[in-house]
């Protein structure tokens, strides 16, 4: 356990106190595993466009231009990530962001590489 800060002069205490708080190892494994999701350009394009609508596989193949199989399996991965959540409407699935705070995550991210370059 750290007691000491090297470079600055932070009292032991606090650094302990920073330590202890440090999330455990399956909660760090699990927010590795979610920012591991974000890796991949077809699962960013599919969340940009779920950020601004609802849409269908037949939609989502559309705009990636992909094949449907391809965009059903990176739904699949969304989804066992509570990134992305699906309705049925009669034999059509709608598919959509899981919930604010993964609208967020993406908007955020999005803004932060962008930012400087006039986007």
Do not use: W
């Amino acid at each position: 356990m750290t007691t000491k800060c090297h470079c600055k002069d932070i009292p032991a205490q606090e650094l302990q106190n920073i330590q202890a708080a440090l999330p455990g190892g399956q909660d760090i494994d699990r927010l590795s595993d979610f920012f591991k999701v974000f890796g991949d350009s077809t699962r960013l394009r599919i969340l940009y466009f779920l950020s601004r609508h609802e849409f269908c596989v037949a939609d989502l193949s559309a705009l990636t231009e992909m094949q449907q199989s391809a965009i059903s399996h990176q739904l699949k991965i969304l989804r066992l990530h509570r990134l992305v959540k699906y309705r049925r409407e009669g034999t059509t699935i709608y598919y959509s962001l899981d919930d604010q705070h993964v609208q967020k995550v993406f908007a955020i991210a999005l803004e932060h590489i962008t930012e400087g370059t006039g986007k």
